[in-house]
């Protein structure tokens, strides 16, 4: 069954963004709708206001709804639509009955010609022509409105007539409870439209700035985020998968930041992992040749046996078999103890610990162990350390005891009644030194670094007995100290030291 395939954290931000910014778009999209007709509906309730004064000057002053009625109180009451481009009067037949126009005139033409005023009140055209007059709404298209499709309710009419935007509410004359006629109240109302340019482009600017603000982001995110996680799986499933490709993330190292620190942490946990799996390997392999040469001789002392009738060759040969058999014994039991400690060796945390309080504590048990097997040899101790905290470290205390009991046990065991064991410790800016010296014979090797080999003995005497695991194990402890183990023959002297550096706590 294959597995099915992720979208990357990048498309999958984008896909969000883009579903978030399409909503958002919608919603601007309905607002920007509804800006204008929320601007219309205010200005129309303004026209409300004065339609109704209007009418109450009407019926309170008792106008006659004539031509002559209505331009008399258009011209006594013009305060009422100083806001207004216009204001016009129809009968219940759509026929004009007065129009503000005539405010722009003086008193004076009405009274002088009757006629004159009349031909320009009922000819629109003639009103229309005129410099001021505002054009909204067209006559025929009011009389049909008035005629075949007013109700009772107040109509309001918006149109855009050569570039200028108008505002037309309409709204039936009730004098007394009388229907007398109609009123239309226009407004050039440009200023709505300029509100609504103004916030459609304040909201179009906003939308490409967040537009460009979640590019640059992205990019910010698949650069510095996304494309080194992306190097990091990479990594990882080239190890996981053992491929030969080779993926370089230490240029992620030279940041200082939670992504570099997380492939340095990887970088590190990985090698560690590669470190103990060639670990593992080539001790398993150590441990089967190991094994194999005390069960090659164990075969052949059994066959000899078998084949033996004298009882000198019989007994010798029974001790080559047990000399062997506890060969393989203490090698299975220190490989297990081995890989024991390695395990716990991952799981225990570090402290500040007293080195010195761990070496007194370690000699002081060996002081009265070779007093119990009557062993003459001498341990002395010599320390070196001038600074107050000179003597303290970052470390697993029972770790580094058994490190010093292998090298006090290695050394005891090529020494010599009377002879002397000396551990000095001295410090160094950022280390401390423990040195291990003894009387003994030396080390026989052109390089004595090979005593920390796994299995590596040079005790033949004692053949059996030891695995050949001590030191390696100190070394192994030592280096997850961060620190080193060196072995070098005394200069001066006879006899073999062991030099373990640590790093001082800090």
Known sequence: MKSKKTASILKKFLLFNLTVFSVLGLFTIIYLEAIQPNL????????????????????????????????????????????????????????????????????????????????????????????????????????????????????????????????????????KKSEIGFILVSEQANDILTAVKERKAFIIRTMIAVALVILIFSLFLNKYILKP?????????????KSDQNIDIKKVFIRNDEIGKLTKSIDEMTKELQHRTNRAETFSNDLAHEIRNPLASLKSASELLDKTTQKNESEKLLKI?????????????????????????????????????????????????????????????????NSKNGKYILGIENRLEQVIANLLDN????????????????????????????????????????????????????????????LNIVKNIVELHKGTVAASNRINSKGAQVEVLLPKFS
């Open 40 to 175: 219309v509906k205010d200005r129309a309730a303004n026209h409300k206001i004065i339609i109704k004064n209007t009418v109450d000057h009407i019926e309170r002053l008792g106008v006659e709804y004539t031509n002559s009625g209505i331009r008399t109180f258009l011209l006594s009451t013009r305060f009422l639509f100083q806001s207004l481009d216009r204001v016009r009067f129809y009968d219940l037949s759509g026929q004009l009955v007065g129009d503000t126009n005539i405010l722009d005139l003086d008193p004076d033409v009405f009274s002088r010609s009757d006629t004159i005023i009349q031909e320009s009140l009922s000819g629109e055209k003639n009103l229309i022509d005129k410099p001021k007059d505002v054009v909204s709404v067209e006559p025929d298209k009011i009389k049909d409105i008035i005629v075949n499709s007013y109700t009772d309710e107040v109509m309001t009419m918006s149109d855009t007539i050569n570039n200028n935007f108008f505002v037309n509410t309409l709204s039936k004359i009730n004098v």
């Open 411 to 470: 050394s005891i065991s090529f020494s010599k009644d009377h002879q002397k064991i000396e551990i000095r410790i001295e410090e160094t800016t950022k280390n401390l030194v423990m040195t291990i010296k003894d009387e003994g014979p030396g080390f026989l090797e052109t390089s004595p670094q090979k005593i920390f080999k796994r299995f590596y003995s040079n005790r033949p005497k004692s053949f059996g007995k030891h695995s050949g695991l001590g």
């Open 229 to 241: 996680i992306g190097l990091l799986v990479n990594f990882s499933d080239s190890i996981k998968n």
């Open 321 to 385: 078999i047990n000399h062997d058999v506890e060969r393989i014994e203490r090698l299975i039991t220190d490989y297990s103890q081995m890989l024991k400690d390695e395990a716990s060796l991952s799981r225990e945390k570090m402290s500040k610990i007293d080195l010195i309080d761990i070496i007194d504590n370690v000699v002081e048990d060996f002081k009265q162990d070779l007093e119990n097997q009557n062993k003459k040899i001498e341990i002395n101790i010599v320390q070196k350390i």
